[in-house]
């Protein structure tokens, strides 16, 4: 069963910067796509960020590119998501999540971290 644990969230100023880490139960990088996404009040969920199992293919959301980066410390089980020049449409309950390199649909989620930009 993965597990997956987010933390890093807070409430900040436009223009401002946040590090969103995942914390993942076991050694699994090497068997999920890693993802982050995010789901603002009275929304749908949508995609932010994505990590192949090797770590060197990454895919982001046209609306945080050339602003957010994913990463991740193998030997930590930890996934980052460093989110620089933040907007206020940023704001949305953050989530990592792990599917299977041959399915469609994220299979594990984990509970969310809640990010706040102001103007």
């Known amino acids: 069963q993965v597990q997956l644990v987010e933390s890093g969230g807070g409430a900040v100023q436009a223009g401002d910067s946040l590090r969103l880490s995942c914390a993942a139960s076991?050694?699994?990088?090497?068997?999920?796509?890693m993802g982050w996404f995010r789901q603002a009040s009275g929304k749908e969920r949508e995609f932010v960020a994505s990590m192949a199992r090797s770590g060197g293919s990454t895919n982001y959301a046209d609306s945080v590119k050339g602003r957010f980066t994913i990463s991740r410390d193998s030997a930590k089980n930890m996934m980052y998501l460093q989110m620089n020049s933040l907007k206020p449409e940023d704001t949305a309950v953050y989530y990592c999540g792990a599917r299977t390199p041959w399915g469609n649909e994220y299979n594990y989620w984990g509970q969310g971290t809640q990010v706040t930009v102001s103007s």
């Open positions: 076991g050694r699994i990088f090497s068997q999920y796509v």
